[in-house]
């Protein structure tokens, strides 16, 4: 099994409506990440979490929502979609350590929105 | 300016060859470098992770950090087909809670 798991894989949907991305991990990582990546822009940091009680904002958080339910569980939804939010869209984790850890991904969902 | 960059190819190659891949960044606090390898409907996977400058060498994966040029690379030997995948360099600063700025990603070709 993967250490995290991303739902849906893909999903196609209509602009307006509300869409939740799941993620889960079994890695015991305190810190879960949201990530949208689109072609030739890289990675980009939508929000993220470095525990249960913790929300921050990323670099592009405009439309978007998250919410931390557990250690392990950390969601992101989209409450009225739009077409230029069709990307895929990366959950990550990473240990809390003295030094950076680097991230562990899923392996996405991919959004389309008609 | 993107604080990181990197060429989005695609950079093609035959299988065998020494294949450099190169990012440029601007932002001198960055300490902490990684590359990621991203197959094709896949999430990126940590390929290597270095610390401030140098070489860091893992089977036929060399990564070097030059932080007076602020200029990272990954060199790959005896490249496969396999190999073929999307390049991601990210990198952070020390203290930033592992918070990784990204290149755009290289996309690599290794034909047969």
């Known amino acids: 099994d993967a250490d995290v798991t991303q739902t849906p894989r893909n999903r196609i949907t209509k602009t307006g409506k509300r869409i939740m991305l799941e993620c889960s991990q079994t890695?015991?990582?305190?810190?879960m990440y949201w990530y949208r990546q689109d072609p030739g822009l890289g990675l980009r940091l939508i929000y993220y979490s470095f525990d249960v009680k913790d929300i921050n904002k990323g670099e592009i958080s405009d439309g978007y929502s998250v919410s931390r339910q557990a250690q392990a569980k950390f969601s992101l939804s989209l409450e009225s979609a739009i077409p230029n939010q069709t990307a895929l869209y990366f959950c990550?984790?990473?240990?809390?350590?003295?030094?950076?850890?680097?991230?562990?991904f899923g392996d996405g969902t991919r959004l389309s929105i008609l | 300016q993107k604080e990181v960059e990197q060429d989005p190819g695609p950079l093609s190659v035959p299988e065998g060859a020494i294949v450099s891949l190169n990012c440029t960044y601007s932002?001198?606090?960055?300490?902490?470098f990684m590359w990621y390898r991203q197959y094709s409907r896949k999430g990126p996977e940590l390929l290597m992770y270095t610390y401030s400058s140098g070489n860091k060498e893992d089977g036929r994966f060399t990564a070097q950090v030059d932080k007076s040029s602020k200029y990272i690379s990954l060199f790959i030997r005896d490249s496969q087909p396999s190999d073929s995948a999307t390049y991601l360099c990210?990198?952070?600063?020390?203290?930033?809670?592992?918070?990784?700025?990204f290149g755009g990603g290289t996309r690599l070709m290794v034909k047969p």
């Open positions: 932002n001198s606090a960055f300490q902490y």
């Open positions: 990210a990198m952070s600063a020390h203290n930033a809670g592992n918070m990784l700025t």
């Open positions: 990550a984790t990473s240990d809390r350590s003295e030094h950076n850890q680097p991230q562990h």
């Open positions: 890695k015991g990582h305190d810190r």
